[in-house]
């Protein structure tokens, strides 16, 4: 159990535990469970008061709080014996999750627009001036500041969304979004959000695994992995993350998968191999969507709730042929080779549109989303089906020396492929990424350059890994988020690297990690929007920090008649962006986390006192640029402070 250090002072507690034994001879069982009980940490503020005069609360319970965590899960697993020549594991794992809204805050942020081809386009995102009343500031070609007013949506193309800003004379309040809010706190744990219900998504899975292994001689084994998966989501988060009335976004998937592997491995002398086939189908009904709530802008002025919906419906089927093979040259030198042929066929169908709401918290089941685009309003139904068969290949090369027993040298070369797919965007981000043409990207292909070396010193009190990489992506798979929806994009790019790990133990209980990366990184030719007519650039990708490192230190020590062990860690990480654009206000800041921990082992019991997060940093997991739609970012931060004490029982 826990506490998160927050004005929500919101609790934990997670209960866990498994059971296992032989059942006979030749039968094994092993049933393990989890349960965890989270509060909401993100406090809210909202009150009814804080809506406009003409717009009302999104629906009973509307601003709860925000964070909160209700999963059970359970996994029940048969191990297999019937001779010594065959093993056979079958498996089943369950898990269900209860969480409220997304827990998102909105900070404040101000679009820079300026005139091209008379018209205006965005080229930039700033955190809003304190004394800041435009909904979106205009500047020369120079880059200075006009004093005039570019006004919302002005990259959205989508005719009907509403609640965007639009019509308004500017900033409701200096320096707030547009409808008057700045975060009471910042980046800390309150908020004020109308559109924040308990208990409003879930996460489903389900799945059985069946592992057969069979020793047909000394040398070779035959493998086969059956695998099978459901899943299930929805959820909501509210666009703007603020108090007023706006639009909500669900999102909600069905999905199921089937994998099926033979593969057959084996080694002589100096040889190991493993040559198989691989089947994957997957199949997945997604729905996305906007919604002008109850007593929202579209309910009051469209004279209804509305959903601006997508219902996309995709299934996959892919065939693989593999094998790989390691030579020994010498007693130093191994040459390891592989490769994969794939064939992937994909079968998409998509309908997007306007229609009545079924309710603030569902997702939209009117005909409209169906297919039955005559259901929707007039001129709003949009519907497209394509497939493709194509074929790929993957491959792998590398060399391993060993210098002496101490040093291994390897240096290698891999190819690697991602196949294309489909896009299944909002209305407006269709448009906006040029309709039907926008929808399906191409398959992405890196060809990756490394080399290191792993070494062993003082006798084997210390371990050193060092890699450094080279990546070439051809239509590398992009995600370029424009107004209120994103699309993938194939762009060129490539990144290059270097990455450090130290694992020493100098003195008897005393264990040592540090680690660090460099990682250069750059997405080639991303235009601002589609259709933009402002030259393209190189960006940094997203969530792709400069430089990172960790240390950990763990000492253990005879105590009481146990073993106790101190261990702390630190980890920092440079600032990154979260859109593609890289604009300067979608940016997370850079971060110091430190964890610290003390247990004590007596017997058949192990107890723990910790803190994560000790320093109580921001550290930023998510964010959206939505300057031009409410005047605001909507951000997420991993939790706040955390103590707890855990008890554990071996039997």
Do not use: H
């Amino acid at each position: 159990m826990g506490q998160f250090d927050s004005e929500a002072n919101a609790m934990r507690y997670v209960a866990e535990g498994a059971f296992g034994g032989p059942l006979s001879e030749t039968v094994a069982a092993r049933a393990a469970f989890r349960y965890s009980k989270q509060d909401p940490y993100l406090k809210n503020l909202y009150s009814n008061d804080d809506q406009l005069p003409f717009l009302g609360d999104p629906g009973p319970g509307a601003g709860a709080d925000l964070g909160d965590d209700d999963t059970i899960a359970a996994r029940l697993r048969f191990a297999f014996t019937p001779s010594d020549d065959l093993r056979m594991d079958l498996s089943f794992n369950y898990s269900d999750s209860e969480v409220n809204t997304g827990p998102y805050q909105s900070k404040s942020t101000l679009g820079i627009a300026t005139e091209v081809n008379g018209n205006l386009e965005l080229i930039n995102v700033v955190n809003t001036p304190a004394d800041e009343t435009r909904l979106t500031a205009v500047v020369d070609a120079d880059g200075n500041d006009t004093g005039l007013d570019g006004g919302a949506d002005i990259e959205d193309g989508d005719s009907f969304l509403p609640g965007g800003g639009g019509g308004l004379p500017g900033r409701l309040a200096p320096g707030a979004d547009f409808f008057g809010y700045l975060d009471p706190d910042g980046d800390d744990f309150t908020f004020s959000g109308d559109f924040a219900f308990r208990d409003q998504g879930s996460v489903e899975n389900s799945g059985v695994n069946f592992r057969l292994i069979y020793d047909l001689s000394d040398t070779t084994t035959f493998t086969s992995i059956t695998d099978y998966k459901d899943y299930e989501k929805l959820l909501f988060i509210d666009v703007d993350a603020a108090p007023v009335n706006q639009l909500a976004n669900y999102a909600g998937v069905d999905a199921s998968s089937f994998t099926q592997e033979f593969r057959l491995s084996g080694e002589t002398e100096r040889s190991r191999w493993v040559a198989g086939l691989y089947y994957l189908n997957i199949d997945s009904e997604s729905d996305n969507g906007l919604k002008g709530p109850q007593n929202s802008f579209a309910d009051v002025f469209g004279g209804s709730p509305i959903d601006v919906g997508t219902v996309a419906n995709l299934e996959t089927d892919s065939y693989s042929i593999f094998g790989q093979y390691e030579y020994d040259f010498s007693d130093k030198l191994t040459v390891i080779a592989g490769l994969r042929a794939m064939q992937e066929e994909k079968d998409f169908g998509l309908v997007l549109g306007v229609a009545p709401s079924d309710g603030s918290r569902v997702v939209n089941s009117s005909p409209c989303f169906s297919g039955q685009l005559d259901a929707c309003f007039p001129g709003t139904g949009v519907s497209y089906e394509d497939d493709f068969s194509e074929n790929f290949w993957a491959g792998k090369l590398q060399l391993t020396y060993d210098v002496s027993d101490d040093l291994m040298l390897y240096a290698g070369v891999n190819r690697g492929v991602k196949a294309g797919s489909y896009n299944a965007p909002l209305l407006g981000a269709y448009f906006g990424s040029g309709g039907d043409a926008g929808l399906p990207y191409d398959e992405e292909v890196l060809t990756s350059y490394e080399g290191g070396f792993k070494a062993t010193l003082g006798g084997g009190t210390t371990r050193i890994n060092a890699t450094a990489f080279y990546y070439d992506y051809k239509d590398y798979q992009a995600f370029l988020f424009v107004g209120v929806g994103g699309v993938v994009t194939n762009q060129d790019a490539d990144n290059y690297g270097v990455e450090l790990e130290i694992q020493t133990t100098p003195v008897d209980g005393l264990d040592l990690i540090i680690s660090g990366a460099y990682f250069d990184a750059t997405v080639k030719d991303v235009s601002l929007r589609n259709g933009s007519p402002l030259p393209p650039s190189d960006v940094d990708p997203t969530y792709a920090p400069e430089l990172q490192a960790t240390a950990l230190a763990r000492y253990s020590f005879d105590a009481f008649g146990g073993l106790m062990a101190i261990q702390g860690d630190i980890s920092y990480s440079d600032e990154y962006y979260y859109n593609l654009r890289n604009f300067d206000a979608d940016k997370f800041d850079s971060y110091v986390v430190a964890n610290a921990q003390l247990s004590y082992a007596v017997d058949d019991w192990l107890a723990t006192l910790a803190v994560r997060n000790l320093t109580d940093e921001r550290v930023g997991i998510q964010g959206f640029d939505l300057a031009t739609l409410c005047g605001c970012n909507e951000v997420a931060y991993k939790a706040p402070r955390y103590f707890s004490f855990g008890l554990r029982k071996d039997f």
